[in-house]
T-cell receptor
Framework: KNEVEQSPQNLTAQEGEFITINCSYS?????LHWLQQHPGGGIVSLFM???GKKKHGRLIATINIQEKHSSLHITASHPRDSAVYIC???????????FGKGTSLLVTP | ETGVTQSPTHLIKTRGQQVTLRCSSQ?????VSWYQQALGQGPQFIFQ???????GRGNFPPRFSGLQFPNYSSELNVNALELDDSALYLC????????????FGEGSRLTVL
């Protein structure tokens, strides 16, 4: 069983919809990362958080340490948001990132 | 634009060959990690280098090896290539070894025939 589970695996939304992607993990962590990967492979770091909530533009990330759960929200979704969104955690033991399998998001006009 | 560059972007090798992939870190970053991403999967941690020393390794055999140079650029070497080594190889640099934000390159896509 992967230490990081994401849901849903695939998501299709219409432009303008509010989107939520969930991430659950089973180990103690020092930080949780939300990443965006476009076709072709490059990964961009969206958020790194260890508590509470962060906001950047239309993106909001929250984390509940007690429940070992994080969510990524996209408000007023746009077709350019179409990508794979990956949750990854840095465990308390240090260096390695454990990745979820990703959520493939398609936003249609 | 993350400031992390990888080369080559694509390459094709045959089983048994050796390959070297390169990563140029963002300026000022002394930590680099390498990841393997098979098609449809999340990335898997290969190893991390901090100030030219390997300071962590994932579940990969010894034929996966690396180097980090004084300018903090890095190489991933894979010997005796196998078909299952076909994947996207990503490097990520960070200003901090354990908890820093990561800056990823675009990846090197390796196909082993």
């Amino acid at each position: 069983k992967n230490e990081v589970e994401q849901s849903p695996q695939n998501l299709t939304a219409q432009e303008g919809e509010f989107i939520t992607i969930n991430c659950s993990y089973s180990v103690g962590i020092s930080a949780l990362h939300w990443l965006q990967q476009h076709p072709g492979g490059g990964i961009v770091s969206l958020f790194m958080l260890s508590s509470g909530k962060k906001k950047h533009g239309r993106l909001i990330a929250t984390i509940n340490i007690q429940e070992k759960h994080s969510s990524l929200h996209i408000t007023a979704s746009h077709p350019r948001d179409s990508a794979v969104y990956i949750c990854a955690v840095s465990s308390n033991s240090g260096y390695a990132l454990n990745f979820g399998k990703g959520t493939s998001l398609l936003v249609t006009p | 634009e993350t400031g992390v560059t990888q080369s080559p972007t694509h390459l094709i090798k045959t089983r048994g060959q050796q390959v070297t992939l390169r990563c140029s870190s963002q300026s000022g970053h002394n930590t680099v990690s390498w990841y393997q991403q098979a098609l449809g999967q999340g990335p898997q941690f290969i190893f991390q280098y901090y100030r030219e020393e390997e300071n962590g390794r994932g579940n990969f055999p010894p034929r996966f090896s690396g180097l980090q140079f004084p300018n903090y650029s890095s190489e991933l070497n894979v010997n005796a290539l196998e078909l299952d080594d076909s994947a996207l190889y990503l490097c990520a640099s960070s200003p901090l070894a354990y908890t820093g934000e990561l800056f990823f390159g675009e990846g090197s896509r390796l196909t082993v025939l």
